[in-house]
């Protein structure tokens, strides 16, 4: 069983103030885009898990019980009473600790893997329930397209969106944490009661509706870039630089250091790749459209 899995970019994230149980109230806006891993599950004898893993930031991705996939394959196997093994195999493409969901749309893609080599057959809400135990974006990545999330990220609605837009991801060569960014932003919130309900803006869901790029590249927004600017300082120069050669709108994707920009069109998108990949101040560039599909059977 092969199945493909999309990176997200969030185009809004709002953050509200740490909750009891560590989590942060969001409010999210995520898209996925086309750039993918992929996960492929082939039968081994009950009880058995393992997994190996290839490609990009490879050696970076832990092969124990710890990852994800095979959390993800483990909790399915034990909430349907399942007596079978998986050998999961995963070749990466997304950054690891970019701040694209990589790990999560791994575990999204064991999931739907699994579920059809084992004949599980979850139904959706069944599926995003398990899902939403693994990690935050996990759920979306089933889902994919353009879709709101809030909670701390893991109820997902799917947006009213038209449209198709061309964004460039620009990578940095090193990754950034996600709990040391909502650290950051901790230490860096003046008021908690300021952002206590985030809310989704009003004037990017419009953009969306109405799929108008302009409107949306003026729309996009990170509470936690502050955060993971500190933290990575040259990556306002990245930003920047998007900004100069005529990105509609430039920002951090969701915890970072990944930044993503808004391009007019494809054309466009391939000329800001290449620039951007001249300038010498990030390791690679990717131009890529959204929304794709989340995590699915090939
Ligand atoms: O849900 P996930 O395991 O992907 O989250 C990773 C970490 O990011 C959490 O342990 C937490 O430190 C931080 N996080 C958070 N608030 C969220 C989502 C994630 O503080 N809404």
């Known amino acids: 069983m092969v199945v493909r899995t999309p990176a ?27 750039l993918y891993d992929e996960v492929t599950a082939t039968s081994l004898p009950a009880g058995e898990i393992s997994i ?15 990852n994800l996939a095979v959390r993800a394959a483990s909790l399915l196997a034990e909430e349907c009473a399942i007596d079978e093994g ?27 893997a699994c579920d059809a080599l084992w004949g599980t057959e979850l139904d959706r809400e069944e599926m995003l329930a398990v899902a939403a135990r693994l990690g935050s974006d996990v759920p979306f990545c089933v889902v994919g397209g353009t879709a709101v999330g809030s909670g701390h990220g893991e109820l997902v609605t799917p947006a009213l969106a038209r ?33 206590a309900s985030p809310t989704v803006p009003s004037d990017l869901m419009a953009a969306l509706l109405a799929g108008n790029p302009v409107a949306l590249g003026q729309a996009l927004t990170n509470d936690l870039q502050p955060a993971a600017l500190r933290l990575r300082p040259r990556l306002r120069r990245v930003l920047d630089f998007g900004t100069e050669h005529g990105a509609l ?45 989340g995590a699915r059977v090939i």
């Open 8 to 34: 997200k970019i969030n185009l809004a994230l709002l953050v509200g103030p740490r909750r009891s149980d560590g989590y942060h109230e969001l409010a999210s806006v995520y898209q996925a885009v086309s």
């Open 52 to 66: 190996s893993v290839s490609g990009l930031g490879a050696e970076h991705v832990p092969v124990t019980e710890d």
């Open 86 to 112: 998986v050998a999961l195999t995963i070749r990466k493409s997304i950054p690891v600790a970019g701040g694209m969901a990589g790990g999560s749309s791994d575990a999204a893609a064991a999931l739907v």
């Open 163 to 195: 449209g198709t837009y061309a964004w460039v991801l620009a990578f940095d060569p090193e990754g950034l944490s996600t709990p040391a960014v909502f650290s950051e932003f901790d230490r860096m919130l003046d008021d908690p009661e300021l952002t």
């Open 249 to 293: 709108g430039s920002l951090v994707s969701g915890s970072g250091p990944t930044c993503v920009f808004l391009a007019r069109d494809n054309d466009h998108a391939v000329d800001l790749a290449v620039t951007l990949s001249s300038s010498g101040l990030v390791s690679s560039v990717k131009p890529v459209s959204g929304p794709v599909p």
